[in-house]
């Protein structure tokens, strides 16, 4: 084969990965829930990666400071649904791949017959909430969380530790904390800091896991929780086992 033809083959170098397989990629279907920060790197890396079917969930809609961090929304797009801008942008720049609005919370999803669930969420109830439609269902769930330069990833596969195994009261006491980025008709709560290399780090995570289930490879994916520190540069991972007082096992 002559040089050309590797470049002409657009996931020639993914191709090169022993254990990536591009063509379960090519026909999985997954859930990114969330479209702000984190759900705009995620959708832009398994688009990239060649994912077959995307649904994007989200009820809010976009705000002027959402527009720091969110590589495919544009300033046309604030007071847009989430969802719906980001599945229409994301169509327009990778128009190989299948990206879908559901302009929902993940709270009122009912089908969760995907391959890989992705939580890109801003709050602890909808990711317990994930968390628990996941485990119900039997699928895969990769939630992601930033709060400023720190951010950790955690990998739910069924009949291992859940997200709610890895929380303590704290993070239960204030599960109904919820707020939108436009403010609309929910109650006022601080806005957690944010910036892009920290949501770049961990979105990037969460499809790399994503795409190991995807291709069939549950066995590397990361075990435990995985915390990024984005100001000292560094990232560790600790052990999780099932919590005996978690609902979800
Ligand atoms: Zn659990």
Not at 3 to 13: T, V
Not at 194 to 203: D, F, G, K, L
Request: glycine content about 12%.
């Amino acid at each position: 084969m002559r040089a050309r033809e590797y470049d002409e083959d657009r996931f020639d170098r993914m191709r090169r990965i022993g254990w990536l397989d591009v063509g379960r990629l090519r026909a999985s279907r997954c859930l990114v829930a969330g479209a702000g920060a984190l759900g705009n790197e995620a959708v832009k890396c398994l688009a990239l990666a060649g994912v077959g079917r995307i649904d994007v969930a989200d009820d809010d809609s976009v705000a002027m400071s959402n527009l720091s961090r969110c590589a495919l929304f544009r300033e046309g797009d604030v007071g847009r649904g989430k969802a719906e801008a980001l599945a229409s942008r994301a169509s327009e720049a990778f128009p190989w791949a299948e990206v879908a609005p559901i302009e929902s919370r993940v709270q009122d999803i009912a089908d969760w017959g995907y391959g890989a669930v992705l939580g890109c969420l801003d709050n602890v109830s909808a990711r317990l909430c994930a968390n628990s439609c996941a485990a119900c269902a039997g699928v895969p769930y990769v939630d992601g969380a930033t709060d400023g330069l720190r951010g950790k990833v955690q990998v739910y596969l069924p009949g291992g530790p859940c997200i709610e195994c890895a929380m303590n009261d704290s993070h239960l006491r204030i599960a109904d904390a919820r707020f939108s980025c436009a403010g609309g008709g929910v109650p006022f709560a601080p806005k957690a800091a944010a910036e892009i290399t920290t949501t770049s780090v961990v979105a990037a995570m969460q499809a790399r896991e994503a795409m190991k289930i995807l291709s069939g490879r549950r066995d590397l994916c990361v075990r435990g929780v995985s915390y990024y520190d984005g100001e000292a540069g560094t990232m560790e991972t600790l052990g999780l086992q099932i919590s005996r007082g978690c609902p979800n096992h």
